[in-house]
């Protein structure tokens, strides 16, 4: 059974760095591209960031540009989101997919091309 297993998160003050990660178990994803996504309370979820199978291509929403960072250890099978510089704003439940097709990206800003969800990592972020 595939289950994706997001961590890193916490309680920090704005300004501060975090490191989520999203681990996956039960189905090797190296080539398959991966993405970030986040929920606030009484909000749609909405993208974050991506990146291609290799790693070689990255993309984010303009409100994280310069601020958050996207990687992927395909040999341990996991996807990275550094955020730096965080902001009260930046508080929201975070959650990491794959992809539904491997190696060519669909549209990277839409959820619907992403599939096998992890349960999210709470970021709350204090002023």
């Known amino acids: 059974q595939v289950q994706l297993v997001e961590s890193g998160g916490g309680l920090v003050q704005a300004g501060g760095s975090l490191r989520l990660s999203c681990a996956a178990f039960?189905?090797?994803?190296?080539?398959?591209?991966a993405g970030w996504f986040l929920q606030a309370p009484g909000k749609e979820r909405e993208f974050v960031a991506a990146?291609?199978?290799?790693?070689?291509?990255?993309y984010y929403a303009d409100s994280v540009k310069g601020r958050f960072s996207i990687s992927r250890d395909n040999a341990k099978n996991t996807v990275y989101l550094q955020i730096n510089s965080l902001k009260p704003e930046d508080t929201a439940v975070y959650y990491c997919a794959f992809q539904k097709r491997p190696v060519d990206m669909g549209n990277y800003y839409d959820e619907k091309q992403y599939d096998n969800w992890g349960q999210g990592t709470q970021v709350t972020v204090s002023s």
């Open positions: 990146i291609s199978w290799s790693g070689g291509s990255t």
């Open positions: 039960g189905r090797t994803f190296s080539n398959y591209p």
